[in-house]
């Protein structure tokens, strides 16, 4: 950041909750934050989805989060009246659309697991889902309020009866049974003793048709499940049973011994029309169409004509398909975490979107830091303005690239590789595969070295190991992500760590290196996260996630400008305390305090580089010939108390005399404090402060910041201070000689 003010009107927080709090309330300023100091453009230059509102901290999509969940898509429904389309996905939540734009509406989550089942009442108004934790909720569909749940044994079908009095249920804790219950009270209407793995309720509501037990269909009075009469000619159970409107036809679909789509007569119990595809029927609302789903192709049958009408191109495969209820759309969804609506007339998708068709597992940005390359489980690459979010180019059929991507030096070849495989090369300008070319190394995603080469972080289940690459010592371990860790990444400072957090609705989360905490968290995609990279000059961070987007992050949180010695004071304080969150707080707004903030820190900045300086002197005189000289160091090293205790670690893990031994352990027991000894390799004390004040110096960025970092890089060459602030001054000397 180069200097300059920026009035915001936030204290750091003391606690994760605070910090969650302020992340939300203060979404919009980040966005104006770093619009203005990164960018250079007005705040309102911060592009968001026109049909998903960017989340708190992102500053740009790539991609679009419209009709996209986070996983597979198990059931569609349209509202009786057309307005919403609702769907339920293996990541845990069902989501309302608007039908008319993709925009979504709202999420109902909460479930334990995968949604496999949801519908409509007759009149809207109430939405039935089955949640993964032993109930279906019923939800009112303006609101998202729950209104009752009905307790069940995993109901992967549900209807309610036209008349919207009951609920019917196909539950699969054990052998497959349908039950149908008071949709108001959840009490059991009547008991059904044979076996059902499907149903369907005629549109007048008078029938019940069952089937799955025995290789028939059952026709029952709607209320009370009396056997009315039976359909033979099945060669196995049916799976799948729809009738048509009106109530005439009724179509059945069939399992792995009876492979095929029977259209039923129902009047004469008779089969008027076999298909031998296997897949899933459906009936347009008016009756005229069947629509069959099999072999990853949907096509549309004229029933009156008993030929084939039309057919919808071939995608990822068509698993669930829901008409609208005027007949005029259809929207299917596949394998892929993406919902499709199509014209039925022309067979024309009607929101065909940007980005990618499938999840996004590898990002990297460019090295001048303006375009970001995504690779996605659809076969393509692609290339992203990283400030507008505009797709800008694309690389097709380039197979399964989904493992890691990396840019040249020039940023004129991209090598992007799956795991375990060899690099392809492309030129971005040509798009044509660049052979003969030196070759960028992809990495794999799960492990990471350090900008100097000295330390390697590696995903570890849950967690993340840092250790010594010369070696192999371990440093200590990140706390990660519960539901495991797919990607890490340094940033080009190697201050922090990226991670990228599995499961439903991950997280990318920053740690910081020096102490293994956290001081970010970004929360926005709908499914797990696969890839996180960090600019080059370290201001963003890019996640890519099984929602199929990319979401670019600022790194600059909003902070209050110190506005006079007492605030630079309480600043300075917190860049020494055990918060980390806190300290990146402070170290950002320092920075935004520009030159009052780097003449404020370089005198403290010196005094502590002059006594990492005097501790060093110290513990050379603990091995001194004079024992008079080694007891004033032991007295002097006491003194300084918890200043002192990472240069004693790092004295013993440096196979020292047995004198400096003997007194270093006993100096450190005496300064151990009642929570024990820190983590082996976390640094503390000013050491710590000293760290956290050459970031903020080398993000102010000005002559009177590179004055206080020269100051510091002018000593010891052993010190670690020293080479941190001497690679602060040749990062900044990089930026200003990039055009």
Known sequence: MRGGALECGVEPPHSKESRRVISVVLAQRQLALFALLFLGLPPTAARADDADPLPPGAVVRLGTGRFRHGDRVNALAFSPDGKRLASGSHDRTVRLWDANTGALVRTLGGQSNFVPALAFSPDGKLLAAEMGDAAVHISEVETGRIVRKVPTRFADLLAFSPDGRSLATVERDGPARLHVRDAATGAERFPLPDPAACFAFSPDGQLLATGGGESLIVLRAASTGKELRRLEGLDGPAHVLTFAPGGKWLASAGGPFDRGIRLWDVAAGKVVRHFRDTGLPLFTADGTHLALMADGRLLLWDVARDREARRLPEGSGYRVAAFSPDGARVATAGAEPVIRLWDVASGRELFPSPGHAAGVSAVAFAPDGRTVATAG???????????????????????????????????????????????????????????????????????????????????????????????????????????????????????????????????????????????????????SVRAVAFAPDGSRLVSGGDDTTALVWSLAPPVATPAGAKELERQWAHLGGDDAAAAYWAVWSLAAAGDRAAEFVRPLVRQAANQTERIRRLLVDLDDDSFETRDAADRELRGLGAAAESALRRALGANPSAEVKRRAKTLLERLKSDAGPPQAGVVGGERLRTLRALHALERIGTKAARAALETVAGGGADERETREAKAALERLKARRTVP
């Open 377 to 527: 489980g659809d076969g393509t690459i692609r290339l992203w303005d990283a400030a507008g979010g505009r797709e800008t180019k694309v690389l097709a059929d380039v197979g399964d690239a989904r493992a890691t991507l990396a840019f040249s030096g020039d940023g004129r070849t991209l090598a992007a590789a799956a795991r375990g495989g060899s690099p392809r090369l492309w030129d971005i300008v040509t798009l044509k595969e660049a052979l003969g070319r030196p070759c960028p190394a992809p990495r794999d995603p799960r492990r990471a070295l350090s900008p100097d080469g000295k330390v390697v972080a590696a995903a570890s289940g849950p967690r993340v190991k840092l250790w010594e690459e010369s070696t192999g010592r371990e440093l200590l371990w990140i706390p990660g992500d519960v539901y495991g860790v797919n990607a890490v990444d340094f940033s080009p400072d190697g201050r922090f760590l990226a991670t990228a957090g599995g499961g439903c609705g991950g997280a990318a989360r920053v740690w910081e290196v020096a102490t293994g905490q956290e001081v970010l968290t970004f929360n926005g995609h709908r499914g």
